[in-house]
T-cell receptor, first 115, second 112 residues
Framework: GAVVSQHPSWVICKSGTSVKIECRSL??????MFWYRQFPKQSLMLMATSNEGSKATYEQGVEKDKFLINHASLTLSTLTVTSAHPEDSSFYICSAGGGPLYGYTFGSGTRLTVV | DAKTTQPTSMDCAEGRAANLPCNHS???????VYWYRQIHSQGPQYIIHGLKNNETNEMASLIITEDRKSSTLILPHATLRDTAVYYCIVRAAGGSQGNLIFGKGTKLSVKP
């Protein structure tokens, strides 16, 4: 089945620094990937849609200059949290897949802690 | 996309069947019912999906009512590892790929 690899699994960074999270589709090509954020005891919230070779589409309220998304190839999308602050601490999850008819595959998530 | 309603939490004894209900009374004719689950601190895992016929795979069975306004996910022999939050999502098929919108889901606790 489809496998999505997300790296790193967890990261701790200092306030003001930037953190890059990678999402790779291992055995399929993904023209579109999705980035979600999940705060403790809450559900997943879509942040942005990553499109290969073009600009990402951000959900309302998500700062595109703070959460930089690059989807330079059919198997890799990256999310960079720039100038991270403690309120950015969260669980970030990416997904990709065969579309609505086949279900989506999610990465294992990245736990970001900003201190 | 149609909205879904699920119970906040459920308990199930280990080895027994877990039946998780979902209401989706405003579902449209071209919308599928998807089920995902999220084990603590992991990414969601796809379980099953269906349009109008009942579906079964190695993980679970999906029973959709004839009017399609509700469905039930059945884990036939629940184990402790099935403890997770289960999400019922309704999504149209076809066209461009789109995101999944997650509600609050049902927290299933499987107890020994």
């Amino acid at each position: 089945g489809a496998v999505v690899s997300q790296h790193p699994s967890w990261v701790i960074c200092k306030s003001g620094t930037s953190v890059k999270i990678e999402c790779r589709s291992l055995d399929f090509q993904a023209t579109t990937m999705f980035w979600y954020r999940q705060f403790p005891k809450q559900s997943l919230m879509l942040m942005a849609t990553s499109n290969e070779g073009s600009k990402a589409t951000y959900e309302q309220g998500v700062e595109k200059d703070k959460f930089l998304i690059n989807h330079a190839s059919l198997t890799l999308s990256t999310l960079t949290v720039t100038s991270a602050h403690p309120e950015d601490s969260s669980f970030y999850i990416c997904s990709a897949g065969g579309g609505p008819l086949y279900g989506y595959t999610f990465g294992s998530g990245t736990r970001l802690t900003v201190v | 996309d149609a909205k879904t309603t699920q119970p906040t939490s459920m308990d199930c004894a280990e080895g027994r069947a877990a039946n998780l209900p979902c209401n989706h009374s405003t579902i449209s004719g071209n919308e599928y019912v998807y089920w995902y689950r999220q084990i603590h601190s992991q990414g969601p895992q796809y379980i099953i999906h269906g349009l109008k016929n009942n579906e079964t795979n190695e993980m679970a069975s999906l029973i959709i009512t004839e009017d399609r306004k509700s469905s039930t996910l059945i884990l036939p022999h629940a184990t402790l590892r099935d403890t997770a939050v289960y999400y019922c999502i309704v999504r149209a098929a076809g066209g461009s790929q789109g995101n999944l919108i997650f509600g609050k889901g049902t927290k299933l606790s499987v107890k020994p």
